[in-house]
């Protein structure tokens, strides 16, 4: 499934726990940010570990490690994130969530 990142594409793959534990080991999820993928545990397809994955993306999308800030934007930062996003993020999480649950009827 495709979730758009600041416009940006990234795809959602999620996986059994056998096949993701052989590639990505004991992780519940795991974003790969130069290909824009997350990769999901099943076990673990829950807004928690959706919602963590997403802010490495957003992450990726907005620079955030090139930006070298200090420790109050920092907290400004993620303030401002989750003001800007926070709806879009959880949207998407719940979007993720049914449609998996749906798939796996
Ligand atoms: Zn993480």
Known sequence: MIVKVVNKKWKITVR??????????????????DDRK????RSSMNSETILHELIHAYQHELSFHE??????????????LFGKYGRTMIKDADRLLTYYRERKK
Request: glycine share 6%; hydrophobic share 40%; no cysteine.
């Open 67 to 80: 930006l070298q800030l200090d420790d109050d934007q920092v907290e400004e930062w993620f303030a401002e």
């Open 16 to 33: 059994t726990d056998k096949i993701h534990n052989a590639r990505f080991g004991e992780t519940h999820g795991i974003a790969m940010l």
């Open 38 to 41: 997350i990769h999901i545990r």
